[in-house]
């Protein structure tokens, strides 16, 4: 059972002299299992009567105990913190829960259990305040795992995870992942998550590998597969955010790096326009009022050629194959030309319509000409 904190002690003891003019009529004794009286408080009959439905039913009821000035509670139900709290709650109404999210937890038992609505509206309230600061969401969620505001809340603010969110990562790191739905959230999840990455590595942390292994791969992995499967007229949209002063070209590099890992023969064509329009250099800006937030689409400078190798070493592997389902006759010319020469084939061995299918599976890719882009 979890020791009260000092200022719920503290709460507790202005309680045994409550603010009426009459002196108390009434004693709760707080017992454990055994028996042992673990706390006593003084209160008056009436106000447990007319804010407590538990104390209303028992002092109506026919039973004995209905009469009698003490009533015994349960404290592996009712904890001495919590009872402390409830008891300055019926007293003082308007006086602020205590923020302590283990209390709110033993208060949300005790106002059930006593059957206080009012007690229970106000944890609620607290509750979703909480629940909505990044920095209290993880011990929120930990406390009341089906929060869904808690877990919207994280989910939101990668960047802002701290060491409570690692022993959450089953719960919302696949919650993470399925809030994206567009490019710009994609890239917005790989940076924030990135952000993390770079404070967790910058930190004494001995949990670095627990956190690679559960959050950062995986989040970065979806993010760039979800680019990757979105790409559009190779363009690489970036979200505005002046407080941070954009993104960083080496974390632009790693993005790409990433998205050209998810090439596959859905979205080849993509990814290659995605490399093309890197290589080319250059800055295309233009705004983007898509759900009431402004992207900037900006095409860094040249790409390191590391991205190109990795984007050919996919096509030197798979080019047989989208030749066979006629990928490249719906290529730009341009592009074909491009292709080929980097694998060092000809043109017309890239189309379906000017190649014998049977020939296809026996050829050999000679040396890739100019596979850096240099």
Known sequence: MPSPTADVIAAATITTEPPLAAPPDFTILLESSIGTVVSTYHVHRALLSSQIHYFTTLFNS???????PTARLDASIITPAALAAIIVHIYTPTEP?????????????????????ALSSRISAAIRHQARDPATA?????????????????????????????SLAPQIVPAACNRVKTSPEAIALWMHTRALERRVEASP??????????????????????????????????????????????????????VVMQIAAVNCRSVWEFILAGEGGGADLENDDRNGEKFRVERKG?????????????????????????????????????????????????????????????????APLNITGK
């Open 205 to 258: 942390s001995k949990e670095k590998p627990a956190w690679r292994e559960q959050v950062f791969e995986p989040l970065k992995t979806h993010a760039a597969a979800t680019i990757a499967g979105l790409l559009k007229d190779g363009e690489l949209r970036e979200r505005r955010d002046h407080s941070e002063g954009g993104f960083r070209a080496d974390e632009i590099k790693a993005l790409i790096r990433d």
């Open 62 to 68: 026919s039973f004995s105990d209905a009469t009698l």
């Open 302 to 366: 040249k790409l390191n050629g590391e991205l190109v190798e990795i984007a050919m070493n996919w096509w030197k592997a798979q080019w047989a194959g989208c030749v066979l389902r006629g990928e490249f006759d719906k290529w730009p010319v341009e592009m074909v030309q491009d292709l080929a020469g980097r694998l060092g084939v000809q043109v017309g061995e890239l189309l379906l319509n000017h190649t014998d299918p049977k020939e296809i599976g026996r050829r050999k890719v000679r």
């Open 138 to 166: 993880a011990a929120v969620l930990a406390a009341f795992p089906d929060n869904d505001l808690a877990c919207n809340t994280l989910t939101a603010n990668v960047k802002y995870w701290k060491k409570p969110a690692l």
């Open 97 to 117: 829960l205590p923020p302590s999210i283990p209390l709110l937890v033993d208060l949300t038992t005790a106002a059930d259990f006593l059957q206080i609505p």
